[in-house]
């Protein structure tokens, strides 16, 4: 589209989300894609001469601006009925975070999914099987993993909150000496390219993540020259569950019907 990209990490930081929300400096940019993570609803609110702006991700759901946002309830409900489907009845999760240290939203409402997943298979929440993690990347999940392994009755599957916990849960199940996933089913979330290549390959959850690209970028050029002007909008890209062996074994590779 012959525009110019600047790319800033925030860290999560609420004065660096601020600068990037009021254009960085006077006329530096004509308009901001971001991932809010400190920043308040009432801090997007637009004003005259403010920066056209397009929300990604789970917070701020009350629609301060035009907002792409993947339906994390039922990407979690997809995948958990999946591990039903298979005849895994003890389903663990990895990846809840305290509500002090939570920065987003997607852990509670991916835990909604799961719920809801359980209680339609008519199978009881047990709190032992919901795991937490701070930072969601492969030590987090091989941890939480050997915590789910030493309970009395361990879990039959897991569901992480991402892929990256799931390949560190995978290892952990592999140094206890069991297998994925005849012991235990592991399926994460984000379709990242290490999961393919993993042994055994990960199930998971692929958003459409060129889909949220062209939606935010669409959206926030249509603000920029005025072509949208309406009511600001949540859209809610597509995503598909892509079985792989670390669920379904080797039939996971061989033709379907």
Not at 144 to 166: G, K, S, T, Y
């Amino acid at each position: 589209r012959g525009y110019t990209v600047l790319v800033d990490h925030t860290f999560a930081d609420r004065a660096q989300e601020a600068m990037a929300a009021n254009g960085l400096r006077p006329h530096l940019i004509d308009g901001l894609i971001l991932d809010p993570q400190a920043l308040r609803a009432d801090d997007l609110l637009p004003t005259v001469g403010s920066i056209p702006t397009v929300l990604l991700g789970e917070r701020l759901m009350g629609r301060p601006r035009d907002h792409v946002a993947i339906d994390n309830v039922g990407a979690a409900r997809t995948i958990v009925n999946h591990l039903v489907h298979i005849g895994r009845r003890r389903i663990a999760v990895i990846g809840m975070q305290e509500p002090s240290i939570a920065t987003c939203g997607a852990p509670d409402m991916r835990l909604q999914g799961y719920a809801e997943a359980l209680s339609a298979a008519g199978i009881p929440q047990d709190p032992q099987l919901i795991e937490c993690a701070y930072h969601w990347g492969r030590p987090s999940g091989e941890r939480a993993m050997r915590n789910l392994l030493a309970l009395p009755d361990p879990p039959d599957a897991v569901f992480c909150f991402n892929d990256l916990m799931a390949l560190g849960a995978m290892h952990a199940v592999k140094t206890a000496g069991l297998r994925v996933p005849e012991d235990v089913a592991v399926a994460g979330f984000d379709d990242i390219e290490d999961g393919q290549y993993a042994n055994p390959a990960l199930t998971t959850i692929a958003p459409d993540k060129q889909g949220i690209a062209d939606t935010a970028v669409r959206l926030l050029l249509a603000r920029i020259d005025g072509t949208r002007t309406g009511p600001f909008e949540l859209i809610v890209p597509a995503f598909k569950l892509v079985v792989r062996e670390s669920t379904a074994g080797s039939s996971a590779l061989s033709p379907g019907p």
